[in-house]
């Protein structure tokens, strides 16, 4: 024990005397020792050593090793950091790409990689530095680290002293490298998210962050077995790779560094075009190495290089000695606009961009790609298609060589749901009944409104009403209301209700008086609660009537002035007055009136005052709904709610704060359960610091003897009744469920749709209060290809089950699932077909939808099931298909009933369900 004290001194001791000389006094002296290493342990800085046989002349450039030959899995990667002088040999020449790096001579790699060697060495300053074993040579590398923030002292002492022998681990080396390229912050935006790595647990919750964007940049990846190995050593040769993939984030590469785009090739000069737009010439020298973006081992020769490849070039006072092919696509520039007309005799197409009216020039052998990417010929584009011209970037006056339609005219009739009318902008929004979409289209005038065969003012129109919508050429031309959802509204100043409550008489404007009879299942607004009835309507009260069969369906309150209190206290009664005297959460006194209208209610039954009036002691609780000092309802409270502060599963006290901000804490019985969806047979101690809680109390409205949480989630639907009374929903662990929907509201986007919003087989986000559904809201899905990721910059392009190519915003955090395992966006590749998913919060999800190579083996085309053939006695062979199944062959889309038996073919399921069938 005494030793382990003295060890924890010594390295408390050190770190604060380092700390202070490395942040008071940055600089360090060198000490010269000829028989000690500058580069690394197995790395001289005699970098004039001449064994080499593909060592420049000039003692100054290495092309490479002798050990490293150009077979080698890293030779692109070694050749390139030897180049820039990352990387030295030792003093027989030799890399040693299969030893082990240590920690000292990694960061001495790092320092070098970001430029700063010379600052590094020209220190000359002595500092003593807390570890035991770092070399004399490594010494200025390492302190100048500290000083750049590179490493962490803390950090790195409480590893121990022997540090800079140590063997550098992957997730240690993760860390450097990201900091040495400046994406700190960024990896600590990610230090929350899991890898998906199998071995996840595994990693230091201080580098997780580092990893997700090491991942994330491309710079470090997993083993075929979906592993990381946090721990394990990084060879010489895997250091390189590293490095050499993270060079390009640099903020300011080496001088050696040109990249750009190959304008002109004499012999065995080039002419490079560079971002900042000045041109350069390099002369290629004789052994200099040529490599492609494509494999890390290939190498290329001189004749692969064309005219227009981007490049990356390595060069020394204009030899270059290293050029890789980063793009070997022709440059192209772009034109995106709607097409007006196309001359086939003079070869121009004219188009309409951003309002304005132009005419390009095509090449004889322009070629036309259409939405699925089949070539198609030049008479057949349509008018009004949306269109993008490409032509070659560097070539001035060039010719428009690719034509790709984006967009053709959309010519469709459909019935819908009406949203909303833009008067101004002349756009009308329509729930498609369809597809569930909710799209806005351009309507040609207000005169498309109709009804039968007469106009149809639009501002009778309301959110619901269902029409039939007609467009041609992407123009609404016709809207016709098929049937209004509410047969009449109407609107006034409340004068009576009647005794019996199902008689109300509103004044409406000039004094017109309207009477409605009262439907059984009329629904109250009050302040956005549905909880209200016609019993707590006021004369006077300002009213929005909805009407079907000349009953009332809904009366929404307008103005008001409520007051509704949760947990007030009682203060006091007076039987005779009938004054109630409370005190609010927040401890302020407040009195009210009862009267003959005022509800007294317990678990929701309305009881007589005669009855209710025992519960009006000093010290009660009750929840009331008050208007101008009149109480309208009392309810005996039997429940809390509010967000968890803090929680002790020892002591059983729970402390929340509530919607008013009050900080409440109340005793749980020792037997308190605890509901929550996710978690059956939940504790006291499975309750978390932010959960929402909904407490029922005891009898003494001290203790709670009961817990829901209140929690959402994406789920996805199995089915929905016909009368849309009940949704059935399975969950990410599988569970299946049914819920009724009777006054759940569901929601899109914001706006409410009803449970004819809902889509069979869609995604749903749901809010549960312990297993008991609150909410619904329905989520925007999109299904398809993904054709590019940007993971640095959170994108991925997905070309869509309709064969539209959209670039969905998923966000660097991102999360992608496979099975059961979770990754990060760079796990995504092209040809991946995946469900993409952005809940209300803005979190994307994107599920990778896996495919199984089946045979066909018939279609029922009145049950849309289809059999594959049998692979083994335990295979299921049924299934059905998806409301929005997606069958191509090549790049057309077919009909299931174009599959013939035997078809040998690629199947996508989603939640049991065939989504996508791809014949070859």
């Known amino acids: 024990m005494k030793r382990k004290m003295k060890k924890t001194l010594k390295q408390a001791v050190v770190y604060s005397i380092v700390s202070t000389m490395v942040l008071a006094a940055p600089a360090y002296a060198e000490i010269t020792d000829n028989k000690t290493n500058t580069g690394t342990s197995q790395s001289s800085s005699n970098s004039n050593t001449n064994s080499n046989t593909n060592s420049n002349t000039n003692s100054n450039i290495r092309l490479g090793f002798p050990d490293v030959p150009s077979s080698h899995w890293a030779i692109k990667h070694v050749s390139k950091l030897a180049l820039i002088g990352i990387v030295q040999g030792d003093d027989q020449g030799k890399f040693n790409p299969e030893n082990s790096v240590n920690q000292q001579d990694a960061i001495i790699m790092a320092i070098r990689m970001m430029g700063f060697e010379k600052e590094a060495l020209d220190n000359k300053t002595t500092i003593a530095l807390p570890f035991e074993d770092v070399r004399t040579d490594a010494r200025p590398y390492v302190a100048y680290a500290i000083n750049k923030g590179l490493i962490d002292l803390q950090e790195e002492v409480a590893g121990g002293m022997k540090w800079g022998n140590q063997d550098a681990s992957r997730e240690w080396v993760a860390k450097i490298v990201i900091r040495a390229v400046g994406k700190k912050q960024e990896a600590l935006d990610k230090s929350n998210l899991p890898t998906g790595f199998a071995d996840n647990t595994s990693i230091s919750s201080s580098t997780l962050g580092y990893i997700n964007e090491a991942i994330s940049l491309g710079i470090v990846n997993g083993f075929e077995d979906n592993t990381f190995r946090p721990e394990g050593s990084v060879t010489r040769a895997q250091m390189a790779t590293f490095l050499s993939r993270a060079e390009k984030y640099l903020v300011n590469p080496s001088d050696k560094v040109m990249v750009g785009t190959i304008t002109s090739i004499s012999g065995n000069r080039l002419t490079i075009l560079e971002k900042n737009g000045q041109k350069r010439d390099v002369q290629l020298h004789s052994n200099a190495s040529f490599y492609t973006f494509k494999d890390d081992t290939a190498k290329l020769t001189s004749s692969d290089v064309k005219l227009y490849n981007e490049v990356y070039i390595l060069q020394n006072q204009g030899t270059a000695y290293f050029v890789e092919v980063t793009n070997d696509e022709i440059p192209m520039s772009s034109i995106t606009g709607k097409l007006v007309s196309v001359n086939i005799n003079d070869l121009t197409a004219s188009l309409e961009v951003d309002g304005k009216y132009y005419t390009y020039d095509l090449a004889s052998n322009v070629t036309i790609r259409d939405l699925n990417g089949a070539g198609i010929s030049l008479g057949s584009l349509q008018e009004n298609s949306v269109l993008e011209l490409k032509k070659h970037a560097l070539i001035e006056d060039a010719k428009v060589s690719q034509i790709i339609v984006k967009q053709v005219p959309l010519n469709k009739t459909f019935n819908g749901s009406f949203q909303s009318f833009d008067p101004a902008a002349l756009t009308v929004t329509v729930t498609d009944k369809d597809t569930g979409l909710i799209e806005t289209y351009e309507i040609s005038d207000r005169s498309a409104f109709v009804q039968g065969d007469k106009y149809f003012d639009p501002a009778n129109l309301f959110e619901g009403d269902i029409v039939r919508v007609q467009i041609k050429n992407s123009v609404v031309i016709s809207v016709e209301v098929v049937q209004q959802l509410v047969e009449k509204r109407d609107q006034g100043r409340l004068v009576t209700v009647s005794d019996d409550k199902t008689i109300v008489t509103i004044q409406k404007t000039g004094d017109e008086l309207a009477s409605y009879k009262v439907s059984d299942r009329v629904i109250v607004l009050m302040e956005g609660s549905q909880f209200g009835s016609v019993r707590d309507l006021m004369p006077g ?224 986000q749901v809010t549960f209060i312990g297993r008991t559904l609150e909410n619904v809201q329905v989520l925007d899905t999109v299904r398809g290809k993904v054709t590019a990721v940007d993971a640095a910059s959170g994108k991925v392009t997905v070309t869509d089950y309709t064969g539209i190519s959209r670039v969905v915003e998923a966000g660097t955090s991102a999360v992608v699932k496979n099975g059961a395992n979770t990754y990060t966006l760079a796990a995504l590749k092209a040809d991946d077909r995946v469900e993409i998913v952005k809940d209300t919060a803005g979190a994307t999800t994107i599920r990778i939808i896996t495919g199984e190579q089946r045979g066909i083996y018939s279609y029922d085309a009145s049950t849309r099931e289809m059999t594959f053939e049998r692979r083994n006695l335990n295979d299921k062979v049924k299934y059905l298909l998806h409301e929005k199944a997606y069958i191509s062959q090549g790049t057309q889309i077919i009909q299931p009933t174009a599959l013939n038996p035997g078809d040998r073919v690629t199947v996508y399921f989603v939640n049991d369900k065939v989504v996508e069938i791809a014949k070859p």
Do not use: C, W
Request: no cysteine; net charge neutral; hydrophobic share 40%.
């Open 541 to 764: 009260d300002d009213l929005k009537l909805e009407i079907n069969q000349n009953k009332i369906d809904k009366i929404a309150v307008q103005s008001r002035s409520i007051q509704n209190f949760t947990l007030a206290t009682v203060h006091g009664y007076d039987a005779d007055t009938k004054f109630l005297t409370v005190i609010d959460e927040l401890g302020k006194p407040m009195i009210y009136k009862l009267t003959d209208k005022t509800r007294l209610l317990f678990d929701n039954n309305e009881i007589p005052l005669a009855s209710f009036q025992s519960n009006f002691v000093k010290g009660k609780r009750v929840n009331i709904v008050a208007s101008e000092g009149t109480l309208l309802s009392v309810q005996v409270a039997t429940r809390m709610e509010g967000t968890i502060t803090s929680v002790s599963s020892t002591s059983g006290d729970i402390t929340v704060k509530t919607a008013s901000g009050a900080i409440q804490t109340y005793k749980t019985m020792s037997y308190a359960g605890v509901d929550k969806y996710s978690l059956p047979n939940a504790k006291l101690s499975d309750l978390r610091q932010g959960d929402f809680v909904r407490g029922f109390f005891d009898a003494t409205q001290e203790t709670v003897v009961g817990l829901s949480v209140r929690e959402s989630l994406i789920v996805h639907t199995v089915s929905k009744e016909a009368d849309g009374s009940r949704i059935t929903i399975r969950d990410s662990a599988g569970n299946i469920s049914s819920y009724s929907m009777f006054g759940i509201p569901v929601h899109r986007n914001g706006l409410a749709v009803g449970v004819a919003g809902i889509g069979v087989d869609e995604p749903l």
